[in-house]
């Protein structure tokens, strides 16, 4: 039986968030629908609360939403605002080379928690893309966990109520536990797993795809040593037909992220 990990968290996911840029990804996201066929199919899966779907499908695109937990597909419905998402498992996808876009971001892969699931889950992206279909996603790296998380403890601020937030990690499991409280109720526990470049590389290429680019997901340039969050958008097959629009795209992103 699977756990809801965001059973409680959900109802206030939207505003812990609300400092967090979709604006990039949703232009990101933008971008690329526009090297696709006008009558593509778009999913993004480990949706959340569907904050990015709802802007997509505002922007009338054929997309839906696909989450592990039924509390944030819930609480995304809430407003009433139309969109749909599904309840689903990123290693079990309902898709078979239906979609030419998915989109899996906010290091929803980290949250796969052994290296055989995260393989798992891109293969079953690759099944789920038709030829030439695109895979955008992110993850963040080791450095992101030791800046940012490792043994600290921390509470913010959020408006109508705070969070105080207590994470450790384990590096030699590569595994980041994070107790979030909301006021003085019951700590909700998130976990997420560092994978190497290298295994996600491996990952794509035995799923049959092949990556267009690993980003840094700050300034959309190659990635270094102080990379908190790589973003990577790979092909189902050959990425030769994208270089040149993508190269456009990219140098597009870069300029946004600067400004
Ligand atoms: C940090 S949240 C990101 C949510 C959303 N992408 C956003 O940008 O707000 C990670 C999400 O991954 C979902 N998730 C974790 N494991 C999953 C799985 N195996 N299949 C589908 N969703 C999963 C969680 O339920 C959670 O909503």
């Known amino acids: 039986m699977t756990t809801d990990s965001f059973a ?6 939207d505003r812990i968030m609300a400092h967090v840029d979709y604006d990039r990804w949703y232009l990101a996201a933008l971008a690329l629908g526009d090297m696709l066929p006008s009558t593509f199919r778009h999913a993004d899966l480990a949706c959340g609360t569907g904050t990015l779907v709802k802007r997509l499908h505002r922007a009338r695109w054929n997309t839906l939403g696909l989450d ?5 597909i819930r609480m995304g419905q809430k407003d009433d605002l139309p969109w749909r998402g599904v309840v689903g498992d990123l290693r079990a996808l309902p898709f078979r080379r239906a979609l030419n876009l998915i989109t899996c971001l906010f290091d929803s892969i980290n949250f796969l928690l052994d290296e055989a699931d995260m393989e798992m889950a891109i293969q079953q992206c690759a099944d789920a893309l038709r030829p030439g279909g695109l895979f955008y996603f992110d993850f963040v790296t080791e450095e992101m966990v030791l800046r ?3 043994d600290q403890h921390w509470t913010e601020n959020n ?17 980041t536990e994070t107790a979030i409280r909301v ?9 997420e797993r560092i994978h190497s470049r290298t295994s996600i590389e491996r990952a794509l290429a035995n799923a049959g795809m092949r990556p267009l680019a690993f980003l840094d997901a700050g300034t959309w ?7 908190i969050r790589v973003d990577v958008i790979a092909v189902r097959g050959d990425p030769a037909p994208y270089t040149n ?5 990219q140098t597009g992103i870069q300029a946004l992220l600067q400004s």
Do not use: C, Q
């Open 8 to 13: 409680t968290l959900a109802r206030y996911y």
């Open 68 to 72: 592990l937990s039924p509390a944030m």
């Open 148 to 150: 940012h998380f490792a």
């Open 159 to 175: 408006g109508t109520f705070s969070s105080s937030w207590e994470s450790t990690y384990d590096r030699a499991t590569g595994i």
């Open 183 to 191: 006021n003085n109720g019951v700590a909700n526990t998130i976990r």
């Open 221 to 227: 340039k190659r990635p270094g040593r102080k990379t």
């Open 245 to 249: 629009s993508f190269r456009k795209i």
